[in-house]
T-cell receptor, first 119, second 116 residues
């Protein structure tokens, strides 16, 4: 069966420090991978998604970046954190596909999240 | 562009009462719609999805949602609330991402409280 691991569960970082959040998926190959941020009262915002190794699509301009060095590994990074980067970060995966047929299979499997506090 | 609006950031019901969580969507193509639930300090789980088959969709834990094209709505209901239903609920619509692939656009969420 497929599992998704995300760590750390909580993180407190000072402003200006770097960030690295890691997400790995087991039990599937060539998944689509996603990073979402959930800010208080603002719902889920898609930050990045990836359909393959080295392929990253950014949804919103921001202080963060993502990388996919391996098929089932997705990393969220920042060189210098801002206060506004605080939030709950969720990694997710879905079965790979394209077009409308992809949407019918668009079930996202989420990790347990990382609560990031930038102070 | 696709979007979803969830009416009411907080909903409170009594145990045993009807649960109604509202979601309206905007889409330039026939939409695929989803409801996800998030329990405290956890990721999201899929409750149900609409993908152009039956307009009344049944999900897990007794929830169901009805797709109404004329109202551009996809409201989530449950006849009788249980204490364990207390969670945050997200409506989502499938949209095309910047790389040409599909993605999910989520609403802001509705926090459901169930009191005895």
């Amino acid at each position: 069966s497929q599992t998704i691991h995300q760590w750390p569960a909580t993180l407190v970082q000072p402003v200006g420090s770097p960030l690295s959040l890691e997400c790995t998926v087991e039990g599937t190959s060539n998944p689509n991978l996603y990073w979402y941020r959930q800010a208080a009262g603002r719902g889920l915002q898609l930050l990045f998604y990836s359909v393959g190794i080295g392929q990253i699509s950014s949804e919103v301009p921001q202080n963060l970046s993502a990388s996919r060095p391996q098929d089932r590994q997705f990393i969220l990074s920042s060189k210098k954190l801002l206060l506004s980067d605080s939030g709950f970060y969720l990694c997710a995966w879905s079965v790979h596909g394209t077009g409308r047929s992809f949407a019918t299979n668009e079930k996202l499997f989420f990790g347990s999240g990382t609560q990031l506090s930038v102070l | 562009a696709q979007s979803v609006t969830q009416l009411g950031s907080h909903v409170s019901v009594s145990e045993g009462a009807l649960v109604l969580l509202r979601c309206n969507y905007s889409s330039s193509v026939p939409p695929y719609l989803f409801w996800y639930v998030q329990y405290p300090n956890q990721g999201l789980q899929l409750l149900l999805k609409y993908t152009s088959a039956a307009t009344l969709v049944k999900g897990i834990n007794g929830f169901e949602a009805e797709f109404k094209k004329s109202e551009t709505s996809f409201h989530l209901t449950k006849p009788s609330a249980h204490m364990s239903d207390a969670a945050e609920y997200f409506c989502a619509v499938s949209a095309q991402g910047s790389g040409g692939y599909n993605k999910l656009i989520f609403g802001a969420g509705t926090r459901l409280a169930v009191h005895p």
